[in-house]
């Protein structure tokens, strides 16, 4: 697998940012963790302000926790494969809905591990922001979300009928995985 890197959004990626979300919505894909940049591609440069403050939890909507955006770029040819947004810390909403970790890859670069990759990353970040304990929750009938979530050794809590639909809850203990992965790769 090759190897990603996550990088803050910048004004450089802004075509790849827009061609990026153009695939999700050319595949009727689900959108997740673009930090609302599927609502903003007509007005990048507003929302590169915005991941930026709400990455120091200024100027936040009424009820957001404030939250890291990241676009997860190949290294070899600089490519946005996928995108992570991390909510720092969680509402009473965010415990039910959504948790700490939104998470999504393009369609074209789906199924080579790279979610996996990601999730590892952000776990990396959710322990530099001093996230100790990480909450995700998926939608049962989401089996790459899942197996993403278990790759990276997600506990299952419990499952709760969130509008009609079952969703799981897991959490993950930060530094222990981490420490899991010490010296390996994925
Ligand atoms: C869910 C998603 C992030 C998975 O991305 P991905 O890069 O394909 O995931 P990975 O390649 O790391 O796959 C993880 C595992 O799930 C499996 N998998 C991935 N997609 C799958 C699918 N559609 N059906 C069954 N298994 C799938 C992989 O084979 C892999 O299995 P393994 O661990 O046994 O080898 C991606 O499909 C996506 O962006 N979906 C839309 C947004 C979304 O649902 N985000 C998550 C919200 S909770």
């Known amino acids: 697998m090759?190897?990603?890197i996550l990088l803050k959004p910048t004004k450089e990626y802004e075509q790849q940012a827009k061609d990026f979300?153009?695939?999700?919505?050319?595949?009727?894909?689900?959108?997740?963790?673009?930090?609302?940049?599927?609502?903003?591609?007509?007005?990048?440069?507003?929302?590169?302000?915005?991941?930026?403050?709400?990455?120091?939890?200024?100027?936040?909507?009424?009820?957001?926790?404030?939250?890291s955006t990241y676009f997860a770029v190949r290294k070899t040819d600089?490519?946005?494969?996928?995108?992570?947004?991390?909510?720092?810390?969680?509402?009473?909403?965010?415990?039910?809905?959504?948790?700490?970790?939104?998470?999504?890859?393009?369609?074209?670069?789906?199924?080579?591990?790279?979610?996996?990759?990601?999730?590892?990353?952000?776990?990396?970040?959710?322990?530099?922001?001093?996230?100790?304990k990480v909450l995700l929750t998926c939608d049962k009938d989401n089996i790459g979300s899942v197996k993403t979530i278990q790759n990276n050794y997600g506990l299952l809590e419990n499952e709760i009928l969130d509008d009609g639909t079952i969703v799981q809850r897991f959490w993950i203990d930060v530094k222990e995985v981490l420490s899991k992965h010490k010296g390996k790769t994925l």
């Open 2 to 4: 090759e190897k990603l």
């Open 21 to 67: 979300i153009q695939e999700f919505i050319d595949n009727n894909s689900k959108i997740n963790g673009t930090g609302s940049l599927d609502s903003h591609t007509d007005n990048y440069d507003e929302w590169l302000v915005m991941v930026d403050d709400y990455s120091k939890g200024l100027n936040l909507k009424d009820g957001y926790s404030p939250a």
């Open 78 to 132: 600089n490519r946005i494969v996928g995108m992570i947004n991390i909510r720092h810390q969680l509402s009473e909403y965010l415990l039910r809905h959504g948790g700490h970790i939104g998470y999504g890859v393009r369609p074209t670069e789906r199924k080579k591990g790279y979610a996996t990759e990601i999730l590892h990353l952000g776990l990396e970040k959710c322990n530099e922001l001093g996230i100790d």
